[in-house]
């Protein structure tokens, strides 16, 4: 695999989405990214290839993902690319790519709302109650568990009226795998967790943490630790003034696909404050 398309650029944009939704979160960002002439991928999950109504009828697929199963999904992928292109996750799919680059894939990344690795200590108690609904009853580690609109509400679309919240439920909203939740609340009791990075990696690519000041599920300062553990490579972070957690999805989400680009194209190192 190459590094770079033509013009030392990357040509090509991996999307890669998170938790409780399908690639149908992206769909503004595709479109964004193929009018600036970039080629995009935007792959779903091993096994949630359907459609947000399918996958509410039968989320069996869903509840067999694990955080290995999905990041290794990714990597074969992206391996079969003819070079490396841009990584842009949200949320668990932050993760993923952190993850990825950790593999050397990936000409850049930028995780957004990123769901921590292995290391990050801080456990905001808005995130407790957000992951609470699957997190309280530990035979969810083998079902798919969706969230009630109240609870999507409350973990992604908070700084949003009811109307619009509801709205963006009905589009994009899927259950999740109980299975990848409580890999995460243990990612740090657990020696083998898939989950984990080399934080003094020399070779990494550039990394770009975007966070929503609003965001309950994975509020900004659990991005800003997440970012103040790499100790190699360029490292950068930003945060959005009035986001929440739907920062992909809410109004004003063009002003983030164009810093999480214009960083990628030319990634420069931020002091953590």
Same mark, same amino acid.
């Given at each position: 695999?190459?590094?770079t398309?033509k013009?030392?650029?990357?040509d &090509?944009?991996?999307?890669i989405h998170?938790l409780?939704?399908?690639p149908?979160?992206?769909?503004?960002?595709?479109?964004?990214?193929e009018?600036?002439g970039?080629k995009v991928?935007?792959p779903?999950?091993?096994?949630?290839?359907?459609?947000?109504?399918?996958l509410?009828?039968?989320?069996?697929?869903?509840?067999?993902?694990?955080?290995?199963k999905?990041?290794?999904h990714?990597?074969?992928i992206?391996e079969a690319l003819?070079?490396?292109p841009?990584?842009?996750?949200?949320?668990?799919?932050?993760?993923?790519?952190?993850l990825?680059l950790?593999?050397?894939?990936g000409a850049?990344g930028v995780?957004?709302?990123?769901?921590?690795?292995?290391?990050?200590l801080r456990v905001p108690l808005t995130? #407790?109650?957000s992951t609470?609904p699957?997190?309280k009853? =530990?035979?969810?580690?083998?079902?798919?568990? =969706?969230?009630t609109?109240?609870e999507?509400?409350?973990?992604f679309t908070?700084t949003?009226?009811e109307?619009?919240?509801?709205?963006a439920?009905e589009?994009?909203?899927v259950?999740?795998p109980?299975r990848?939740l409580?890999?995460?609340?243990t990612?740090n009791?657990n020696?083998?967790t898939?989950?984990k990075?080399?934080?003094?990696?020399e070779?990494r690519?550039?990394?770009f943490f975007?966070?929503?000041?609003?965001?309950?599920i994975? =509020?900004?300062?659990?991005?800003?630790?997440?970012?103040r553990?790499?100790?190699?490579?360029?490292?950068?972070?930003?945060?959005?003034a009035?986001?929440?957690?739907?920062i992909?999805?809410?109004?004003?989400?063009?002003e983030?696909? &164009?810093?999480?680009l214009?960083w990628?194209?030319n990634?420069?190192p #931020?002091p953590?404050?």
């Amino acid at each position: 695999m190459e590094t770079t398309g033509k013009n030392n650029f990357p040509d &090509t944009i991996v999307l890669i989405h998170g938790l409780w939704v399908t690639p149908r979160s992206w769909e503004n960002w595709v479109k964004f990214y193929e009018a600036r002439g970039y080629k995009v991928l935007a792959p779903t999950y091993p096994g949630m290839e359907g459609e947000v109504d399918g996958l509410r009828e039968d989320s069996s697929p869903i509840a067999e993902l694990s955080v290995q199963k999905v990041v290794d999904h990714y990597a074969s992928i992206i391996e079969a690319l003819p070079s490396k292109p841009i990584l842009i996750g949200h949320s668990f799919g932050g993760t993923v790519v952190q993850l990825l680059l950790d593999r050397g894939l990936g000409a850049a990344g930028v995780v957004i709302d990123s769901a921590p690795v292995k290391g990050v200590l801080r456990v905001p108690l808005t995130q #407790v109650r957000s992951t609470f609904p699957v997190l309280k009853n =530990p035979a969810n580690v083998k079902r798919a568990v =969706p969230f009630t609109h109240e609870e999507f509400h409350y973990a992604f679309t908070n700084t949003l009226s009811e109307e619009e919240s509801r709205e963006a439920y009905e589009r994009y909203a899927v259950a999740a795998p109980g299975r990848i939740l409580f890999e995460g609340a243990t990612i740090n009791l657990n020696p083998n967790t898939a989950a984990k990075v080399d934080f003094h990696k020399e070779d990494r690519a550039p990394l770009f943490f975007i966070a929503g000041e609003h965001d309950h599920i994975m =509020p900004a300062a659990l991005n800003r630790d997440n970012a103040r553990k790499y100790r190699s490579g360029i490292v950068a972070f930003r945060e959005f003034a009035g986001r929440d957690h739907f920062i992909v999805g809410e109004k004003g989400w063009e002003e983030v696909a &164009t810093a999480a680009l214009e960083w990628a194209r030319n990634p420069q190192p #931020v002091p953590m404050q």
